[in-house]
Nanobody
């Protein structure tokens, strides 16, 4: 059974930093494209960042470019999202997702596996 488990969320003041982790198990996720998405109350789930299986290619939403960094450690089956210079508008539930044998895409429906999410709250 494939499983993704996020951790690292919490409450932080504007301008602060958090690092989210996503631990994968049950499949060889080292060959999967991994992504981070977020969903704020009353809004649709939106793409944040993605990284190809080798870690050599990444892609970011314009809203987080220059502030967030996605990375992965295939030996640990873990993907990270370093979030710096956080803003109140970054407040959302953050989800980790995996896409089997595919290139980077921002489409929610293209990802096959999802974690349960971790709450990030940024206070002003």
């Amino acid at each position: 059974q494939a499983q993704l488990v996020e951790s690292g969320g919490g409450l932080v003041q504007a301008g602060g930093s958090l690092r989210l982790s996503c631990a994968a198990s049950g499949r060889t996720f080292s060959r999967y494209t991994m992504g981070w998405f977020r969903q704020a109350p009353g809004k649709e789930r939106e793409f944040v960042a993605a990284i190809i299986w080798s870690g050599t290619d990444t892609y970011y939403a314009d809203s987080v470019k220059g502030r967030f960094t996605i990375s992965r450690d295939n030996a640990k089956n873990t993907v990270y999202l370093q979030m710096n210079s956080l803003k109140p508008e970054d407040t959302a539930v953050y989800y980790c997702a995996a896409r089997g044998y595919g290139t980077i895409t921002t489409a929610v429906r293209a990802y096959d596996y999802w974690g349960q999410g971790t709450q990030v709250t940024v206070s002003s």
